[in-house]
């Protein structure tokens, strides 16, 4: 289902098409547009050292029942954050203004970003679209679109284990990267100066800009356990 805000920020929730035969794809009414991927009925998931494949139509032209079509996407940069407002680790990258600053960044460089939420009802970090919609207010946050994963089909494709969790997918539809926003993990991270981690969601867009070979393409996600649906 799809949700606008005053502030004119769309939100919008994540159904897995596996829920779905193709004869009530084609008879479904709203949204308008709806695109198949072979990949999804294959039962495709991506593996941690997945790099270099296709993976991003699954996400992006398949698994969003909106009124977002195919070309908002096309030929763009696209970056995932899995994110959980309520997980400490998040909210000190936030505090500290170092997601933002890489959003920042990504806009700059005409890449989309979308936040996405697989908190499942009643767990740390989900919410409604009010709340969604203050957070990114609140902290001054620049995601595209915030996505909503309820039942965690899309999280547990994509392998997303913590929050946060990051890919990095380029123009062509080909995931680039994929694993934590940078090196600050570990024991010294409540210590650390985020702003001056290596960042590597940073890196692979820089990289990207300049046509250059991803210099990190894999690393270890940290931060909280998503919650996904039991």
């Known amino acids: 289902s799809f949700f606008s805000t005053s502030s ?9 098409l596996f829920k779905f035969s193709v004869n009530e794809l084609a008879s479904h009414t709203k949204p308008l547009n709806i695109y198949v991927n072979k990949l999804e009925f294959s039962g495709s998931k991506l593996e941690t050292n997945d790099i270099n494949k296709y993976f991003i139509s699954v996400l992006i032209f398949t698994i969003i029942l909106s009124y977002i079509s195919l070309s908002n996407f096309k030929g763009n940069t696209v970056v995932l954050e899995w994110t959980n407002h309520d997980c400490p680790y998040v909210a000190k990258h ?83 990267y994929q694993g934590a926003i940078d090196d600050a993990g570990g024991q010294s991270f409540w210590t650390k100066n985020l702003l001056e981690a290596d960042n590597y969601v940073k890196n692979a867009l820089s990289d990207l800009q300049n046509k250059q070979e991803i210099s990190t393409k894999v690393s270890k996600p940290y931060g909280c356990s998503v919650k996904y649906k039991i």
């Open 8 to 16: 004119g920020i769309r939100f919008v929730k994540i159904y897995s």
């Open 94 to 176: 936030y505090a500290t203004g170092n997601m933002q600053h890489t959003q920042k960044q990504a806009k700059e460089e005409g890449v989309v970003w979308l936040t996405i939420i697989s908190s499942a009802p009643g767990t740390q970090g989900y919410v409604l679209p009010d709340k969604a919609n203050e957070l990114t207010s609140t902290r001054n946050a620049l995601p595209n679109h915030v996505l909503f994963d309820p039942e965690g089909d899309v999280g547990k494709m994509y392998g997303a284990k913590t929050t946060p969790h990051m890919y990095v997918i380029d123009k062509k539809g080909i995931l680039r």
